[in-house]
């Protein structure tokens, strides 16, 4: 009896074991039933916000499209109710939407109608020509700083304190009681450093750069080159504070003639928007102005004015010790072999030379160089290369002897 009993009692104890090993593996398994329930309502979530998207997104296709338009007057402010001018011609008085009940509307602004209700849907953004977007100087801004501008040291201090100071230091002018200058003038022959200081300027100032070419804004239809005049200075406001930069001034800016051809025409309307833009009724804010010329004295009377152009800065032939610093400031990074270099002699050469001659000069000497495989340059290069480029200077135009 007592071994039957044993035998019983093993035989219990491996069933009781079994029942508990069985019931751990139902708890395992439905650990697992409820975590892959989770897995399978968040994927059914997923879904069904994405079939929300994909309803809205055929909803908003099936709108019909809307109409562009300008706010001409805003009637009322509190009821959103306006005067509006469609793009397709006619003007309408217009309600607002829900959409844009709580935003400013403004005269001139751009909005979008709806084409049933004409009410109006949303605030488009300023309409800007992509040529004129492109005229903004953002990731190529030129790595050129003051310090590799030789031998205009008053040039640049006058550029620095007409649109610099003005725009990091506002107070020292309200100090005063006097208005900042808007614009500067830089004239004088070509090659002495006007283009250079424009560029020294875009990478020292923190203000936004917009660099224009004055033949570009001469179009071939009518009215293209005022409009674009306009849209630059609408992009010079809203960047602001900004500095724009016209290089060859010239090209819009000539006197105007009683006896013109049709180009010419358009031409001076493109000037009179320019005019009108650097000092009409609009303030144009923390917009500073920069011309660069080598024909003043074929500039139209109205630009030079105070106002316009508080200053014209004059960019001489250099002298002796402006040349020499800009044969120093060329000739830093170049492997010269000093064992009978006159720097001196090479000055003197180059009486009524501009710094784009020297330049010129210190590229050839270079030049002259790498044609012997040479490891450095030779003062005899800088003397063969000096003679080349003066040669080229006595055929020089008119206009350039005008400033020598």
């Known amino acids: 009896m007592p071994a039957i009993k044993e035998k019983n009692k093993k035989e219990d104890l491996k069933e009781g074991e079994y029942l508990v090993t069985y019931t751990r593996h139902l708890e395992k398994r439905l650990r697992s039933l409820e975590t892959e329930k989770q897995l399978l309502d968040a994927e059914r979530l997923r879904l069904e916000q994405e079939l929300h998207s994909l309803r809205n997104e055929i909803d908003r296709l099936r709108e019909p499209p809307l109409v562009t338009a300008t706010i001409i007057d805003v009637l009322d402010e509190k009821k959103g109710r306006s005067i509006v001018k469609s793009s397709t011609g006619p003007s309408f008085v217009v309600n607002s939407s829900r959409k844009v009940k709580g935003q400013k509307i403004e005269s001139g602004m751009r909005v979008a109608l709806n084409q049933r209700t004409f009410a109006i849907m949303e605030i488009l953004p300023t309409k800007l020509d992509p040529f004129v977007k492109g005229m903004e100087v953002i990731d190529s801004i030129p790595d050129i700083s003051y310090d590799d501008v030789g031998g205009l040291e008053e040039q640049i201090q006058e550029i620095r304190e007409t649109v610099e100071l003005p725009l990091k230091k506002p107070e020292l002018f309200e100090r005063i009681g006097i208005e900042p200058p808007k614009g500067v003038l830089l004239f004088g022959a070509p090659g002495t450093g006007k283009t250079l200081v424009a560029k020294a300027v875009a990478h020292e100032t923190q203000a936004r750069f917009i660099r224009i070419i004055g033949s570009e804004l001469v179009q071939k239809f009518i009215g293209e080159g005022a409009r674009l005049v306009r849209e630059i200075f609408q992009l010079a406001k809203e960047k602001a504070p900004s500095i724009i930069f016209i290089d060859e001034l010239d090209a819009i800016g000539s006197r105007r003639l009683t006896i013109a051809t049709s180009g010419d025409r358009e031409v001076q309307r493109t000037l009179m928007q320019l005019l009108s833009e650097m000092d009409g009724f ?91 495989e040479a490891e450095n340059i030779s003062f005899k290069d800088f003397l063969e290369a000096a003679s080349k480029v003066l040669g080229k200077m006595k055929e020089k135009s008119i206009e350039s002897k005008l400033y020598s």
Do not use: Y
């Open 282 to 372: 609009d303030q144009r804010g923390d917009v500073k102005i920069i011309g660069a010329t080598n024909r003043p004295d074929i500039l139209d009377p109205a630009l030079l004015r105070p106002g316009r152009f508080d200053r014209l800065i004059d960019f001489p032939i250099p002298g002796w010790q402006e040349r020499e610093s800009i044969f120093k400031i060329h000739m830093r990074r170049m492997n010269i072999d000093k064992s009978n270099f006159n720097l001196n002699r090479l000055v003197d050469m180059t009486k009524g030379a501009t710094g784009a001659d020297i330049k010129g000069i210190c590229s050839e000497a270079g030049m002259f160089a790498i044609r012997r």
